[in-house]
Each structure stands twice: as C-alpha cells, then as structure tokens.
C-alpha cells in the first residue's frame, strides 16, 4: 500500500447525500449488551431544559441533545466510528497495518484513538498547544501518540496541524488521514444519526436547530435530515467571534488577522467542505465571556455536565429562540462533556484571571481589592533579546539568579513570552527539544500577567498564583504603545507585601 492513501470520498457534493448509502441504527430497540464500546455511539439522551429558558424569557420549549453523553465525550465519536468503518469497508483501512493520522481539535482524536483503541491501530493525533491538558492526557490514555503544533500557526501555515498532518501522512508508511474536513462521512453520520434520532425523538416536529460549527459536519448533515422532513425548520449556526464561518466573503475583503477563540472546536480561518453553508438560515457570533458563563449555568442550573461549545451554543439558542411561540421546539446541541475543561472554565480562578469572571469579594483581608504599585515589584525584569540563543538565555538565568526572563523583541522590544527553568526543561526532556533551536522554541507563551496601568488589585495576582508560581507584570509605554516588562511577583514577594505593619497578621 503506498504512503498516502487519498481519501476516494473527497470532492462530494451535498445534494448526492440523499442517495448515499446509509446505516441507520435501531432508534429505541438498543441490544441489551452492547458487543463492544464503539456501539454505543449515538441514541443519546434529548432533555427538556426549566430554568435558563425560564430565566431567560424563552417560550417555546428548549430541548438539550447530549452529544456530550457519547463514549469518548464528545458528539465526534459518531464521525470517528463512521470515517472507520467506511475506510475499511473500502479497504484503506486495515487493522493491524495501517496508521491512523489526524488533525482535530482533540475530540475527533478522541473518538479516532477509541476506535483505534477497540479496533487495533496504531493512531496518530496532530493538535494545537492551545488544547487542554486533559484532551491530551485522554488520547495518550487510550494508546494515541501525540504531536502538538503552535496556537498561532494559520491554517495554510506549515506548521499548522493540518499540514503537519499531511506531511506525517506522506513520511509514514501505510498512514491514512481519514480528514474529517473532506470526508462525506462527517456529515453523514449525523444526517443519519443525529438528525434522525432528534426527529424520532420529537415525533417529527422541530422548530429551530441551533448547532455550533467547527468542520461544519454536525450543523450540515443533522440539518439537511430534519429539512427533509420539517421544511420550516429554522437552523441557527453558532460562529464564535474571530472565526470566518458566518461571514466568508466579508472576511477575505477584510482581511482579518487570525484572532485567539478561547472556546474549544468551534470557529475556523477557512471554510471546510463537510460545512453546507447554504442549509444554515441563521449565524449567530459568540462571544468566550457569554459563552463559558453559559456552559457554567448549563453545570450549575440543569446539571448538564458539558463543556464550552455547549454555551457557545446555548447563549445562540436563548437569543434565536425568543422568536418562537409557546408550544414551538428548540434543539441544541451540547457537544462534548466537561472532562476536557476541567482546569479550565471549571475552574474561578482561570474564569477570573481572564475577566470572564468578575473577582470574587474575600472581606477578611483588607488588602484584597488594593492595586498592586510598582513599588511593591521586588524581581525587577531581567530581559533577554529574541536574537539570543537558549544557551545564553539560561547562562543569564543562572547569573543574575532571577527566576525567569522575559524574552523581547530584538527590533521593537515587546515582549514575546518568558524565559524560565521549568519550560526550558519540560522543551528538553518531554517535547523533543534541542538547545540547537532558536529562543522562539524556548518561549513560554501561556503564562498569567497583570497591567500596572490597569490598576490590578492584590486578589487577582493571588488568584493567579492559585493557577502559576509567577505572574508576570508589566505596564504600557504610551510613546512605543506597547507593553514592557516591570518583573515578576510570586506568592513569596505578595505575602511580603500583605503582611507589612499596614496589614497586621495579613489582614
Ligand atoms: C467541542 C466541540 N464542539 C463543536 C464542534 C463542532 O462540530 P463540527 O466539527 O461537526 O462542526 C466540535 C468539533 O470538533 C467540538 O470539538
């Protein structure tokens, strides 16, 4: 078999998907005892939400499909199986030979490494650093091997997970990327699956579908189903800020820069062919403070355990569906579950480090709400220029014994990340790293920082050194309109601070 199986499903069209062929599974006649896990995708509950349609001043009824009840977590594991079995009713796929490789977002991972799990492949996933920890941690769980590619890289990026993807593709022998962005067995299985349990499920009466859009694969083949059968059906496609998929022809004109979506797998810089814009009536922007708010309410009011494209979707329906009357029906969809998030929106602490969340009161310590000054940074920033070499950067470390440096640009002196111990030795020992790669490599990007000039009180630096040792701080040049580095504060120099003669005992 050669190096690069091309995917013989590629290049479809939408109006064929009618007359493709089909598996429809048992709607409620399940088998007792399932005869492996990847059988239990799908058939997933439908449940009538109260309180937030309540509150919300919703109407009509609001049902939640719960893709996040699915095996692997998320309502991927359906195009994971489908893309399988269709690859090896083809056979491109054979067990025990072939490799499986893909870029995802981490859900399809998941559901891929399941079916490789259960299946016996060998499986490949390429995924952005952005990804959380725990997506990781579940891929590695399940036998997957992990290859993580830079947040920032654009999709036509080599760098991308998607190129990186294809060039794997071609080095590794017998590999197959089943991709999920041009594969006609993403939208399938939710035309045959998702769309026709939620018409069964609703005995054929559904008002509004709203559905978030990444490859576009649920939106697309669940909506074309329930068109088929209810032709006034609104569907509503959620779009988070920054993201091309509702507006295409605006954004090539514009040229929008690519934007940071905090929300998980949802939102793309190009249009993938699994997505059918035209089924799509409605777009509804989502913005990541509405949007993890949201899939907090959905935890904390209907104790649906799901993650942050759920309230993407959620925060979209609320609005769209204060059009419909009493007695119309509302789905949406909540796509994967709460695992992948769990040091994440879960958590207050990462909420309210990104002003998602406001800070929480802490009366006892008088201290609390005081802004940090810049008199009380003790590890004034120790810099070191883009140029340098990871060698230099660490002989620095060591002499001027600071605990981190803050690497800036050689040209125009802003700061690109920072230089510590701990990142250096997890590039070595666990990402492959070399000192023979440039600074850039080295660079630690996801770390916690305040702005002097936006009067940070003492509590939010204390609840981001409940998340990090350190928090960088830095203020704004107004002349170069940039922010330089001030230093750094630990919980070391903030309990210096809080329990001077001022504060007695720290309160
Ligand atoms: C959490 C989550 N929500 C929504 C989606 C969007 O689904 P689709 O790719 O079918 O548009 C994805 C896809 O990866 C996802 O991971």
Known sequence: MSNHVENEAKGFNFSDIKDMPHIVKALDHNPKIASDILNVIGNTPLVKLSKIPKSENVQCDMYAKCEFMNPGGSVKDRIAFRMVQHAESKGILIPGVSVIIEPTSGNTGI?????????????????????????????????????????????????????VAKRLTREIPNSVMLDQYNNVSNPLAHYDGTGEEILYQLDGHVDMVVIGAGTGGTISGTALKIKERCPNCIVVGVDPLGSILAQPD?????????????????????????????????????????????????????????????????????????????????????????????????????????????????????WWHEPLTEDMVEQLAVTVDSRSSPQEALEKLRKTRASLLFVTDYDTGAIKGLFTADYARRRLTNLHGSFNDKLEKFTFKKYYKVNLAKNPPLGLVSRMLDLEPFVAVVKTDETRKLEVPVGVMTSHDLLLHTLDVKHVNGK
């Open 250 to 366: 605006a954004v090539n004109k514009t040229d929008v820069k690519f934007y940071e979506i905090q929300v998980e797998g949802i939102g793309y810089d190009f249009v993938p062919a699994t997505l059918d814009r035209a089924v799509v009536d409605v777009w509804v922007k989502t913005d990541d403070t509405h949007t993890l708010n949201m899939s907090r309410r959905l935890i904390r009011e209907e104790g649906l355990l799901c993650g942050g494209s759920s309230g993407a979707a959620m925060w979209a329906a609320v609005q769209a569906a204060r059009a419909l009357q009493p007695g119309q029906r509302c789905v949406v969809l909540l796509p994967d579950n709460i695992r992948n998030y769990m040091t994440k929106f879960i958590s207050d602490q990462w909420m309210e480090a990104r002003n998602f969340k406001s800070l929480v009161t802490n009366d006892n310590l008088r």
């Open 111 to 163: 559901g891929l490494a399941l079916a490789a799990a259960v299946k016996g492949y060998r499986c490949i996933i390429v995924l952005p650093e952005k990804m959380s920890d725990e997506k990781v941690n579940t891929l590695k769980a399940l036998g997957a091997e992990i290859v993580r590619t830079p947040t920032e890289a654009a999709s036509k990026d080599p760098d991308s997970n998607i190129n």
